[in-house]
């Protein structure tokens, strides 16, 4: 196989894309991209609501739901066909491709990535892993290559990192290049293009003879700093990057250095979305992670605080509903919202301090009549939007939950909720 320019497997988590990068996904013959895959893409990336197939903004869709129980596999490949054939013609565009059509479509993954076989060899998409395994292809090459370029070349160097956490104190811009994270947790340039894609990305880096040997060294450097903390040598939000370089490669090497920067720093708390990335295909690691508290800013800004203060963005009517509800863990009937009209209403000022004009006011006396559908298309927003942040074993906790007719609430314990 000819060496690749990217970074191996398609990341399980795509969150944010380079200039060039294309987010392809399997959509329903319709072209309604509503959930999964498809709605990332018409959320982030600019697929439009109709289109079957093709490019559209940065992403890519291949028809593959015709219908329950239905599947047209002859019109899957010829789909996947046309994909690859613009893959070839459009060499300037790098195609991430997704677990297309293993979702609502009912493939599995050993079928699906029959039809892909032809793109292993093309240099400018990437598959999942468990297409790759499938089609029994060789080892990615990762493009370590990046890292060792940057490490030595240019005013931000590894020596210069090296000596500055010898000193006690960093001060260049380096922090990507020499502690690397699991992709996804920034969102700069260079935090997705020295993310870490994967476990078997880690792992490479670990056994690169040059890379694994400094990220040791300077971790021992790291180390050797006594009586500061990561905070006072390396700064916010750097300190937390660190963490979460740390916890990647201990889950790849435990009981390495990387476990004594962790509770030597860290009082051995591990970053709980570096362990929620990795452990998308690893149930091993899904009982690693814990409910995070959840803090809510004097801006209304709702952050889990122990998943380096990751915000869950709403749009603001949505946001109060949400609010109004982890203000009342007792629970509220949808019947009985009219009764907390104005409390909404205080809420959603808070959040938009501009005064409430007729438009806002009409929104908020829909959201809370139990009548029209309003209210019911929030709390699956507000559920979507948790289920995109936080592990579904744990999400439920998060969002308002009930069955129809009986009291909704959120169950998070409220010693978890922080009122800023």
């Not at 400094?214 to 916010?236: M, T």
């Amino acid at each position: 196989m000819e060496e690749k320019e990217y970074i191996g497997f398609t990341p399980d988590y795509i969150e944010r894309l380079l200039p060039k990068q294309v987010f392809v996904f399997g959509s329903n013959a319709l072209g309604y991209h509503t959930g999964g895959a498809s709605g990332t893409a018409r959320k982030k990336f600019g697929a439009v609501w109709g289109q079957a197939e093709g490019l559209q903004g940065q992403s890519y869709a291949i028809p593959v739901d015709f219908g329950k129980d239905v599947r047209k596999d002859n019109e899957v490949k010829a789909a996947v066909d046309r994909f690859i054939a613009f893959a070839k013609e459009h060499t300037e565009l790098f195609f991430l491709v997704t677990r297309v059509g293993c979702g609502i479509a009912g493939y599995h993954d050993e079928e699906m990535a029959q039809f892909f076989k032809e793109a292993l060899e093309l240099k400018n998409v990437s598959l999942p892993k468990s297409f790759v395994d499938a089609l029994g292809g060789e080892e990615v090459n990762y493009s370590l290559e990046r890292f060792i370029k940057a490490q030595d070349f240019g005013w931000a160097t590894y020596s210069k990192a090296l000596s500055e956490i010898k000193e006690g104190h960093k001060s260049g811009n380096w922090i990507w290049y020499v502690f690397p994270q699991i992709k996804g947790l920034g969102h700069s340039y260079n935090s997705e293009f020295y993310g870490i894609s994967s476990k078997e990305e880690a792992k490479a880096y670990l056994e690169h003879p040059v890379l694994g040997n400094r990220l040791r060294e300077i971790s021992q450097a790291l180390l050797n700093c006594s009586n500061k903390s990561a905070n006072e040598i390396l700064g916010f939000p750097d300190d937390f990057k660190v963490r979460s370089c740390m916890t990647l490669f201990d889950l790849i090497s435990p009981n390495d250095i990387f476990n004594d920067v962790l509770y030597k720093f860290y009082e051995g708390q591990r970053c709980d979305i570096t362990i929620w990335r990795l452990s998308f295909h690893d149930n091993k690691l899904k009982h690693q992670i814990k409910l995070s508290r959840i803090t809510i800013t004097k801006e209304s800004a709702v952050l889990l605080s122990d998943y380096d203060n990751k915000e869950v963005k709403m749009e603001p009517i949505t946001k109060a509903v949400y609010l109004l509800f982890l203000k009342h863990p007792e629970g509220i009937t949808f019947k009985h919202l009219p009764d907390f009209r104005k409390e909404m209403a205080e809420l959603y000022a808070q959040i938009k301090p501009y005064g409430l004009n007729d438009r806002i006011i009409k929104s908020i006396e829909d959201v809370t009549n139990p009548l029209l559908n309003s209210i019911n298309e929030k709390w699956s927003r507000i559920k979507a939007y948790f289920l995109s942040q936080v592990d579904a074993s744990l999400a439920d906790q998060y969002y308002i939950t009930g069955k129809s007719g009986e009291v909704k609430k959120i169950t998070l314990p409220r010693d978890l909720v922080i009122w800023e």
